[in-house]
């Protein structure tokens, strides 16, 4: 039973535009939303956060987006560059729960 | 130097065999995490630790055990492998004054023939 899931195995855009990764989940007791990125022979390391009682929040080229009601997240990145080629995953968790569940990840490629 | 380091960092095994992969970090934290990675599924928690006396199962424990000897080492057991074990397995650490991001080292790739 997959609670986070992120539908799209791979995303390719052209640098300089801009990458949106979509995630979505089940669980209406998750209120914190992670994402992570991960280049090949390497961990996934933390890209952005979330909290439930926000709907935005920003890091430089980076936003995530969230929309309670659909059970929706999104990460733009604007601009895209080739080094943000990587797997992005979603992660979410509940409040004083260690158990994080993980989508399946997207693989995005910005071509130069 | 790598604050969360694994070894082997591939492993291959046959089935039946037991197999200890075995994390260290120097972040000093005190949560740690074995998840593992398959294609299609994400990264599944095994097994999580808060501290040296502290041990939780996470979403997939089954035919896993693992071992906290001190706070910064942790091991992940699998008794008698069996190929569905096959995955690339990850290590993570975290400590709660930083919030939920948990640090991850580099993977364990491991193949049960």
């Known amino acids: 039973d997959q609670q986070v899931k992120q539908n799209s195995p791979s995303l390719s855009v052209q640098e300089g535009r801009i990458s949106i990764l979509n995630c979505d989940y089940t669980?209406?007791?998750?209120?914190?939303f992670l994402w992570y990125k991960k280049y090949p022979a390497e961990g996934p390391t933390f890209l952005i956060s979330?909290?439930?009682?926000?709907d935005k929040n920003e890091d430089g080229r980076f936003t995530v987006f969230l929309n309670k009601s659909a059970k929706h997240l999104s990460l733009h990145i604007v601009p895209s560059q080739p080094g943000d080629s990587a797997v992005y995953f979603c992660?979410?968790?509940?409040?004083?729960?260690?158990?994080?569940?993980f989508g399946a990840g997207t693989r995005l490629t910005v071509k130069p | 130097d790598a604050d969360v380091t694994q070894t082997p960092r591939n492993r291959i095994t046959k089935t039946g065999k037991r197999i200890m992969l075995e994390c260290s970090q120097t972040?000093?934290?005190?949560?740690m995490y074995w998840y593992r990675q398959d294609p299609g599924l994400g990264l599944r928690l095994i097994y999580y630790?808060?501290?040296?006396?502290?041990?939780n199962k996470g979403e997939i424990s089954d035919g896993y055990s693992v071992s906290r000897q001190a706070q910064a080492k942790f091991s992940l057991s699998l008794e008698s492998a069996i190929p569905n074990q096959t995955a690339l397995y990850f290590c993570?650490?975290?400590?709660?004054?930083?919030?939920?991001?948990?640090?991850f080292g580099p993977g364990t790739r491991l193949t049960v023939l």
């Open positions: 993570a650490t975290s400590d709660f004054t930083q919030g939920y991001e948990q640090f």
């Open positions: 669980n209406s007791m998750f209120d914190y």
């Open positions: 979330i909290s439930s009682i926000k």
């Open positions: 992660a979410a968790r509940r409040y004083n729960n260690n158990d994080m569940r």
């Open positions: 972040k000093g934290h005190d949560r």
């Open positions: 630790s808060f501290d040296v006396k502290d041990i």
